[in-house]
């Protein structure tokens, strides 16, 4: 019998349930059936624990950060006996950019963080001394897509500022230029990168901003820092992206590692999913 992966997506009356993601999920799919797998959806929020899959991706559970309960949620899914993967004390800490701090500790190379519990003009001005620049970006450590991300200098209204613990951090303008890149890692092997570049005037690199993706070819620096960074991650992956940028230096520096439900970018992949499907098969 054919294994049955069940793929976490949005609820289809939510916020997310108009969005994108149907076809992000074709392209999720689209490897895992041509490997023989039956893939099946189901709304993260729905309360069905799916423990009669033989594996539950997370991958379209679009929305968790705002959820207010995505660990009341995965314990569910535990107690249960759903088969996540990643996960799910994967899925716990990852959806805390706090992990970047504990990364940094042991060794990772992050972009410059200041941790706050609430982002005004006083934890920006502080943040302006110890940083050198009064160029910063600010965002709340439990978001996605750029949620309440913006980009600070003196005079900017903070209107869309992060409402409660957030992450300050100085603007590195080669977002613009070299763009984000991003590594695609599947079972703990590197699978293939992209490129995000911002329209102009803008520095965020999301598909929800029009953000230009291409496929990349990284450099030897650009693995090896992904390559360090993975290297502190304890817990068996199954997939992984790391997002990078480089800062004032021209060093590839860590932006965020991407464990919950990354999009894959597979339709850059030169081999259409094919090392995602094979670590899946793997995982089952």
């Known amino acids: 019998m054919s294994p049955r992966i069940a793929i976490l997506t949005p609820a289809a009356d939510g916020a997310h349930g108009g969005g994108r993601w149907p076809e992000v999920l074709a392209r999720l799919a689209r490897p895992l059936e041509a490997a ?13 624990y799916l423990s009669d899959c033989d594996l539950v991706l ?9 959820d207010g ?16 993967r990643n996960p ?7 959806a805390d950019k706090a992990y970047l701090g504990r990364l940094a500790e042991a060794g990772a190379p992050i972009v410059p963080t200041l941790f706050v519990d609430k982002v005004d003009e006083a934890a920006l001005q502080d943040a302006a001394e110890r940083f050198g620049t009064d160029r910063l970006i600010a965002k709340p450590t439990v978001s996605a897509g750029a949620y309440r991300t ?4 003196p ?9 409660r613990a957030a992450m300050i951090q100085p603007y590195l303008p080669d977002i613009e230029a070299g763009g984000e890149i ?9 699978s293939h990168a992209i490129r995000k570049r911002p329209q102009p005037g803008d520095f965020r690199v999301q598909p929800e901003f029009d953000g230009i993706i291409t496929a990349h070819t ?14 502190h991650v304890e817990e068996d992956l199954l997939y992984a992206r790391i997002d990078l940028v480089r800062d004032m230096e021209g060093r590839p520096v860590l932006m965020e590692v991407e464990l919950v439900e990354p999009e894959l970018y597979l339709e850059h992949d030169a081999r259409a999913g094919a090392a995602f499907a094979a670590a899946v098969g793997r995982a089952l």
């Open 150 to 153: 913006i980009r600070w200098s």
């Open 36 to 48: 023989g797998m039956r893939v099946e959806t189901s709304d993260w929020t729905n309360g069905r």
């Open 218 to 231: 990284p450099d030897t620096d650009e693995i090896a820092a992904a390559d360090l960074v993975l290297s």
């Open 58 to 66: 997370p991958l379209l559970a679009w929305g968790y950060h705002s």
């Open 182 to 190: 991003s590594l695609l890692y599947f079972g703990g092997q590197f």
């Open 69 to 84: 309960d995505w660990a009341g949620r995965l314990a569910a899914l535990e107690a249960s006996g759903a088969r996540l």
């Open 88 to 94: 799910a004390a994967v899925l716990r800490w990852n």
């Open 155 to 163: 005079g900017t209204p903070l209107d869309d500022a992060p409402e």
